[in-house]
């Protein structure tokens, strides 16, 4: 097992950023903070496939693990950013049992599943197709994101799908599906997050949850969970502009 799935998977606390400005500069900046690993966000960010193997390639560089969110649930996205070098994957809007065994079969080699075998980045340009054959199942990450009301009511069956490393939960879709927006929503949002976490764990699988920054991580800690994405570069970009641009203006 890679040293980067051991620690997702070793509910020991890992912390992330989505990537989601399309250049490697900004998987640099990124990288030079220092976190557990990126995820480059090719379902929400403008991010094409040449352009997420540079900012992998950026990630690699400086030794931080970069996964990739793949724009769905197409076995060719899933094997296009693996064969660019992707640490892992992270599988949006995972519904049900199905679609969670396609993720693990898009995500592994035979005889685990179903991923092609091909001369990419991932495998030396074809001058490592044996060892990566022999390895990547060990070693990609491969999570999956609950965040829809079907996901909550089949968590059970989807966390007990085998080959899935974290159940990575999406509070703001999530939030949206099962009509808990808001601060007045927060008790349910917050009970539906504990019961995906409940049954994640209780099938062995690692936790994953996503906030905005990482002001309550230590409070989410406390029921188990321990993969975070705190924001995004874009995110923190602006957030910290916003910030100085308050401090400047009120002195
Ligand atoms: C969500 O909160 O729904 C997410 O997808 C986080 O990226």
């Known amino acids: 097992?890679?040293?980067?799935?051991?620690?997702?998977?070793?509910?020991?606390?890992?912390?992330?950023?989505?990537?989601?400005?399309?250049?490697?500069?900004?998987v640099e900046i990124t990288a030079a903070a220092a976190p557990d690993f990126i995820?480059?966000?090719?379902?929400?960010?403008q991010i094409g496939r040449e352009r997420v193997e540079d900012m992998i390639r950026a990630?690699?560089?400086?030794r931080v693990p970069a996964m990739v969110r793949v724009p769905g649930h197409a076995p060719e996205a899933i094997a296009s950013a693996l064969d660019a070098g992707a640490a892992g994957v992270l599988v949006p809007r995972v519904s049900n049992a199905d679609e969670a065994r396609a993720?693990?079969?898009?995500?592994?080699?035979?005889?685990?599943?179903?991923?092609?075998?091909?001369p990419g980045r991932a495998a030396g340009?074809?001058?490592?197709?044996?060892?990566?054959?022999?390895?990547?199942n060990e070693t990609v990450v491969l999570a999956i994101q609950i965040e829809t009301a079907e996901g909550l009511a089949n968590i059970e069956e989807i966390a007990a799908v085998e080959g899935i490393d974290v159940i990575f939960i999406g509070p703001g879709d999530l939030s949206v599906t099962i009509d808990a927006?808001?601060?007045?929503?927060?008790?349910?949002?917050?009970?539906a997050i504990r019961r995906i976490a409940d049954a994640a764990r209780a099938a062995g699988k690692a936790v994953g949850l996503f906030r905005?920054?990482?002001?309550?991580?230590?409070?989410?800690?406390?029921?188990?969970?321990?993969?975070?994405?705190?924001?995004s570069d874009a995110m923190m970009?602006?957030?910290?502009?916003?910030?100085?641009?308050?401090?400047?203006?009120?002195?």
């Open 125 to 136: 340009y074809g001058y490592r197709i044996a060892e990566t054959l022999k390895s990547a």
């Open 39 to 45: 995820c480059i966000d090719c379902e929400h960010a």
């Open 59 to 62: 990630a690699d560089l400086h």
């Open 212 to 231: 905005p920054d990482g002001s309550d991580v230590a409070t989410w800690e406390k029921a188990g969970i321990s993969f975070y994405i705190i924001g």
């Open 103 to 118: 993720a693990v079969a898009a995500s592994r080699f035979p005889p685990a599943g179903r991923r092609g075998v091909g």
């Open 1 to 26: 097992m890679s040293g980067f799935r051991q620690n997702c998977t070793a509910f020991d606390g890992v912390i992330g950023t989505f990537s989601a400005i399309p250049h490697p500069v900004a």
């Open 181 to 191: 927006m808001g601060p007045a929503n927060a008790d349910r949002l917050n009970a």
């Open 237 to 251: 970009l602006s957030a910290g502009l916003a910030a100085g641009l308050k401090q400047a203006r009120s002195e």
